[in-house]
């Protein structure tokens, strides 16, 4: 892939960490980042914004990566995975997770299927890699998450997978209201038992679980347009005491999707906004910030930096 060039030409908004400075991609929109750390190196996967300033809806095909060493050079690998690459799927490449299990790539995706009406038609589905940076394959041939009965509101979209200590997987996902949280087989591809509802306060997408010390976070989008809030538990099964708000709300982005990761001894908390010149709600662009904790473990507000 191509190496990206630094552009440091906007405003900042607070003090840069010793990064890139944000936005990070400047030569495309990209939206819904997810961290995964491997190897020695921070890929960041993102969804793709393709929507004319004019459009009134996500428009979405594909997803790619974005991987660094320095946090300060980045690479840009992809398209690695579009909707063509589901057969049963018909449109809107919603945000994804990608993560790493006994030296195999998952990347769970929102996708709008071919035959579900109920649930805006969105379901869940995951493709594998050796790699990180693919080639990705539909690992199933069909939705992992499909819920083609229930007439609910809730969108079967924003998946996001934990390995607990023990291996145990679970996947958290959700919209409009209500997180779902299920267990995963070993071999990622299967449900585990039944789904359940996580509580989370003002909960309206994008969860997240990562775990520092003792205690898990659970991060997700509050309200529409979205702050981020938190929650923290002594079990990623909950329950779950609410924690506030992390990042307050975005110009111009309704949406800010974020996932944190530890990488090289710091914390980074990845997300989008609409800071790049033309941008919107549905032309975002990737940032990464430093995600800092107080001494009692709870997460200090998101200091926003430009370059
Ligand atoms: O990018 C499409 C949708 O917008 C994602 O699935 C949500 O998390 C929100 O960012």
């Known amino acids: 892939g191509a190496i990206l060039p630094i552009v440091p030409t906007l405003e900042g908004v607070g003090p840069a960490y010793e990064g890139r400075g944000n936005p990070i991609v400047t030569d495309m929109f990209t939206a819904d980042p997810s961290p995964l750390v491997h190897d020695e190196?921070?890929?960041?996967?993102?969804?793709?914004?393709?929507?004319?300033?004019?459009?009134?809806?996500?428009?979405?095909?594909?997803?790619?990566?974005?991987?660094?060493?320095?946090?300060?050079?980045?690479?840009?690998?992809?398209?690695?995975?579009?909707?063509?690459?589901?057969?049963?799927?018909?449109?809107?490449a919603?945000?994804?997770?990608?993560?790493?299990?006994?030296?195999?790539?998952?990347?769970?995706?929102?996708?709008?299927?071919?035959?579900i009406q109920v649930h805006e038609g969105f379901?869940?589905?995951?493709?594998?890699?050796?790699?990180?940076?693919?080639?990705?394959?539909?690992?199933?041939?069909?939705?992992?998450?499909?819920?083609?009965?229930?007439?609910?509101?809730?969108?079967?979209?924003?998946?996001?997978v934990y390995v607990d200590d023990d291996?145990?997987?679970?996947?958290?996902?959700?919209?409009?209201?209500?997180?779902?949280?299920?267990?995963?087989?070993?071999?990622?591809?299967?449900?585990?038992?039944?789904?359940?509802?996580?509580?989370a306060h003002r909960f309206f997408e994008a969860p997240f679980i990562h775990k520092r010390d003792d205690l898990?976070?659970?991060?997700?989008?509050?309200?529409?347009?979205?702050t981020t809030e938190y929650s923290t538990s002594k079990s990623v099964t909950g329950p779950w005491e609410y924690q506030g708000v992390l990042n307050e709300l975005l110009p111009k982005s309704e949406t800010n999707h974020q996932g944190i990761v530890e990488f090289k001894d710091n914390w980074y908390f990845v997300y989008h906004d609409a800071s790049l010149p033309g941008g919107g709600v549905y032309r975002r662009s990737l940032c990464i910030d430093k995600l800092e904790y107080t001494d009692d473990g709870l997460l200090k507000p998101i200091v926003r930096t430009r370059s």
């Open 41 to 92: 190196t921070l890929y960041v996967y993102t969804g793709h914004d393709i929507q004319n300033e004019t459009d009134t809806f996500f428009k979405m095909d594909d997803w790619y990566a974005f991987s660094t060493t320095d946090m300060l050079n980045y690479e840009k690998h992809g398209p690695l995975l579009s909707v063509d690459d589901f057969a049963w799927a018909k449109g809107d």
């Open 94 to 115: 919603f945000a994804s997770h990608c993560i790493e299990r006994d030296g195999k790539f998952y990347w769970y995706v929102s996708i709008r299927h071919k035959d």
């Open 123 to 160: 379901a869940i589905g995951v493709a594998v890699s050796d790699s990180p940076t693919g080639p990705f394959r539909d690992a199933i041939g069909e939705a992992l998450i499909t819920d083609k009965t229930e007439n609910s509101i809730v969108l079967n979209i924003d998946p996001a």
């Open 167 to 199: 291996g145990q997987a679970y996947m958290y996902w959700g919209s409009w209201g209500e997180c779902r949280m299920v267990k995963l087989k070993d071999n990622m591809l299967e449900l585990d038992g039944s789904v359940e509802t996580v509580q």
């Open 216 to 226: 898990y976070y659970l991060t997700y989008a509050s309200g529409y347009p979205s």
